[in-house]
């Protein structure tokens, strides 16, 4: 009896063990590395390389038309995080984005996701990050934000930067990667069918 108990024990370890094995996560490959980290090192400098020109173009009291009635060049700082939340809170804010950071390297580096995609969202958000984080750290605690939108005649969209720009077209991949997975996942299921 003792000897049946056994050699159960020693089935459900083996089946476990391939249970862990199966949940293996593969690193990046050299490929996967090759999507992310140039995109996240070209956003970051076109975020620094355009905050630097047009701060050191644009006077504070002026403003540059784009297209005329809809789209600006302005100069603004913004102590906060979008729209102006958690303004003044240098150490919350600083300490959020290297969490961020920290968070976007590890789905990077940890996920198993095989998906061209997703590396270049996350590429998108590390640049965006830390192109903030880099302003709030070596700009006195402020993001500098100089593009301009009219939405409506009179009403301005907050200022924002290409980092910022950056972080919402890294949103909008990840929900278009999200909507082709679950069509790629649902086409398989049919095919086994």
Known sequence: MSRLNKVEESTQLQSSGDSLKCQTVKPPSLKSHLVFWPVAVIGLALDLWTKRAVFG?????DRFSIINGFLQ??????????F????GKYHLLVAVSVVALIAILAIFLFSGTQQKLIYI???????????NLWDR???NGRVRDFIDVVYWPGKHWPAFNVADTLLCIGVGLLII?????????????????
């Open 57 to 61: 173009w644009l006077k504070y009291e």
């Open 73 to 82: 060049l302005v100069l603004a700082e913004n102590d906060g995080a979008a």
């Open 84 to 87: 102006g939340i958690a303004a």
């Open 121 to 131: 969202a996350l590429g998108l958000f590390a640049a965006g990050v830390c192109g």
């Open 137 to 139: 750290v070596f700009n």
């Open 177 to 193: 990667s999200t909507f082709s997975t679950g069509k790629l996942s649902r086409k398989r299921a049919q095919q086994h069918k």
